[in-house]
């Protein structure tokens, strides 16, 4: 007997149709229709004031284990426009396993995931995704995003997004017993940063329709309010900066304000990230013909960085040769203590505004080093990008 009765469909203005429970004929057509629509994971009902989008990362995404490297199969990994992965476990209500066991089998993927996943792994297995349904990685991706947000910021927050253990895992199912709700609601209260949900997708059907009604469970307004946000409001110049003068020395803080000022000298525009605790700014440049691209930019995460984010430049229409990637290095690495390596050409850096304040020139040589940036740049051509 269903919990959910009196669903109908309302045809032109003269036609009610009935719609009558049916579950659904296997477990591989239920995840078939999370791939081609992942809008049933219902990012609204998730978080209604920033509603949750999905990206496809790969259906049937291989976990290892220790020594084994493909021990279990995830049905689905997504992504959100923030880069926060989002587990997603599929099961129909006849699944025996629905109750208990699959809960021990998400937390194995979570635990694993964490030591088995970089973003640039992630980035792979999504453009062989897009490359075996024939669409193209890189424009879906950008239709994904949209114009407010950068590629390669997006996979250096998937990259930190994993370091912390900032998961989704989501149990979907076509009936979600009171037992697994209870679990979840259990989970989701104590496991922080990671978010437990559930995901109810009940399917009814009558006269040639087909109707998907899905409903989120545990969420509750205890976790609610002792979870952090995966996005916030867009920081401001003012904002970004008072944070920097209540959070750090007034050396630190002074640092901060010079390079932001420097930033805006730069002649591009600038864009001020989404943290929820963290602000963030940095200078956007769209090379004539290519992507966008960042590849540094003040935070007053921790005490304070210069973030480097270089990797994804060798994919780029500039700045995407080694020895290019290793000048930026070079420039950076002159402020005195820095710490940078060879190494940061192919990955992330940073550089701490303590040690940037600790040289009299520190500030003088940041800004030169993001001035060479847009010079490069601009030597093949940019569009500005309006910050929104």
């Not at 193209?136 to 994904?144: M, R």
Request: hydrophobic share 40%.
């Amino acid at each position: 007997m269903t919990r959910r009765a009196g669903v109908f469909v309302l045809q032109g203005n003269d036609t009610l149709v009935p719609m009558q429970p049916e579950q659904f004929a296997a477990e591989v057509d239920f995840q078939a229709l999370l791939s081609k629509f992942p809008s049933l994971l219902v990012g609204d009902q998730i978080d209604a004031d920033n509603p949750r989008r999905f990206l496809l990362v790969k259906q049937e995404l291989p976990i290892g284990h220790e020594d084994a490297a493909s021990r279990w199969s995830l049905d689905h990994l997504f992504l959100d426009q923030d880069g926060v992965p989002t587990l997603v476990e599929v099961k129909r209500q006849s699944d025996g396993r629905l109750r208990r066991e699959v809960v021990g089998q998400m937390l194995d993927y979570a635990s694993n995931f964490q030591s088995s996943w970089t973003a640039d792994r992630l980035l792979s297995a999504f453009e062989a995704t897009c490359s075996t349904t024939g669409v193209d990685s890189g424009a879906t991706l950008a239709g994904f995003l949209g114009a407010d947000i950068d590629p390669d910021r997006f996979w250096a927050d998937v990259d930190k997004n994993i370091a912390a253990g900032k998961f989704r895992l989501l149990f979907v199912a076509d009936d979600i017993p009171s037992e697994l709700r209870r679990i979840v609601e259990f989970l989701n209260k104590q496991m922080q940063p990671a978010e437990v949900l559930a995901i109810e997708l009940r399917q009814f059907t009558g006269e040639g329709l087909r109707t998907i009604v899905p409903m989120v469970f545990g969420q509750t307004q205890e976790a609610a309010s002792r979870k952090e946000s995966v996005r916030g409001e867009r920081w401001t110049e003012e904002r970004l900066l008072a944070e920097c003068a209540g959070k750090f020395p007034e050396a630190e803080a002074a640092a901060a304000r010079a390079i932001l000022d420097g930033m805006k000298r730069l002649g591009v525009p600038l864009v001020f990230g989404t943290g929820r605790t963290s602000g963030s700014v940095y200078p956007l440049l769209r090379p004539r013909g290519g992507a966008p691209i960042n590849p540094a930019y003040l935070s007053t995460e921790g005490r304070g960085n210069v973030w480097l984010q270089l990797k994804h430049l060798e994919t780029k229409s500039v700045l995407n040769s080694a020895e290019e990637r290793r000048e930026i290095v070079r420039l950076f690495a002159q402020v005195e203590g820095s710490d940078l390596s060879e190494a940061a050409i192919d990955g992330w850096a940073t550089l701490p505004l303590a040690r940037i304040a600790a040289d009299p020139r520190g500030v003088e040589k940041v800004v030169a080093a993001l001035q060479w940036i847009v010079d490069r740049v601009k030597a093949v051509g940019t569009s500005a990008r309006p910050t929104g």
